[in-house]
């Protein structure tokens, strides 16, 4: 999908876009989008490689393109690439978070640094980025968009982190919504189902299996970048002027049909590995065997 054909190529222009975790994947997709429709995209990430790499993308559109090293976790080091970013293009209009950490372990043999770890790049990060963007976003009456998951509102097994991180992000995005809709801002939240071309779905799919994924989506497909991307520039345009604390699926239906398929076939897969927990139960737990029954 090319949202230049549905969408004016002046949209943005004119305007600022600020995205976390932008060197890469869906957020890299959004600050594309952005870009294509004319504004000027600031991307942040741990990695001046593959900023420098995205931004030769971003490049092409034409417009100003900036990157920004900084580690999410760190307040200080986002308010430093946010003031950076505004002294050279001015104050963002669009800030997106983006940022994220994902990997499959089940939960007893993750550690706390492994658990923390997710939720410090999930919910820390999306609060200090959110919390350093305010001044600006008060002051253009912007917009903030989160990059959530379908593990922030359905349990996935072996993904204890990521739902924590991804629920709090999706509560996170309300509260905002809440408390600053009366300085203008809005906030909302995108929840992307299985997208091609990501290192999410390299990490989930590899060990899953393309095939589960696809056969969890009714629509029958991962999704591509553009079509995620798409709606994360509607909803950070006029066209939603008044949507705010809405978290948006945009995952082919995959939501609708639980996370069974994605549990059995991770297990599966974990089952095979060299640190397998040696005690899993198999089969149903019988009722006799449930502690407090014998
Ligand atoms: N299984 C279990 N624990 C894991 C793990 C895995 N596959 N990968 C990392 N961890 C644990 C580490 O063991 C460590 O805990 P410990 O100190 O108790 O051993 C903790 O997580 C931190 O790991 P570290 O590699 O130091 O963190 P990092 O900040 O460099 O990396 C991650 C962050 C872990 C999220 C890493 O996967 C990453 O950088 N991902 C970035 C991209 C990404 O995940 N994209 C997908 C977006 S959906």
Redesign the pocket.
């Known amino acids: 999908m090319d949202v230049t054909k549905f969408l004016p190529l002046d949209l943005f222009a004119g305007r600022v876009v600020f995205v976390t975790g932008g060197g890469s ?1 869906i957020n890299l997709g959004i600050a594309s989008a952005f870009a294509a429709l004319g504004a000027d995209v600031a991307i942040c990430g741990r990695s001046a490689d593959r900023l420098a790499g995205a931004a030769e993308q971003l490049n092409g559109f034409g417009h100003r393109v900036l990157t920004q090293v900084a580690d999410v976790r760190d307040a200080e080091q986002l308010a430093a690439a946010l003031d950076a970013s505004e002294r050279s293009a001015g104050p963002a209009d669009v800030v997106v978070c983006g940022a ?6 089940a939960a007893e ?6 658990f923390r ?2 939720v410090d ?1 999930d919910l820390l990060g999306s609060f200090n980025t959110s919390r350093a963007a305010f001044d600006q976003l008060r002051r253009t009456r912007g917009a903030l968009l989160f990059v959530s998951a379908a593990q922030a509102y359905l349990p996935f097994a072996y993904q204890a982190h990521v739902g924590a991180a991804k629920a709090g992000v999706d509560s996170l995005m309300r509260n905002l919504a809440l408390e600053w809709g009366r300085y203008g801002i809005r906030s909302n939240s995108i929840v992307p189902g299985p997208t091609a071309g990501t ?2 779905m390299r ?1 989930l799919g590899d060990v899953a299996g393309e095939e589960t994924w696809t056969s969890m989506v009714p629509l029958g497909r991962y999704a591509e970048l553009e079509e995620i991307a798409a709606m994360a520039v509607v909803l950070c345009s006029p066209l939603a002027a008044y949507v705010t604390g809405a978290q948006v699926i945009v995952d082919g239906g995959q939501g609708l049909s639980g996370s069974a398929l994605f549990n059995n076939a991770v297990g599966t897969a974990l089952d095979k590995m060299p640190d397998a927990v040696p005690d899993r139960v198999p089969d149903a737990v019988p009722a006799d065997a449930v502690s407090g029954t014998r």
């Open positions: 994947g994220a950490g994902n990997f499959v372990a043999n993750l550690s706390p640094n492994g770890t997710v790049i290192e999410g990490r």
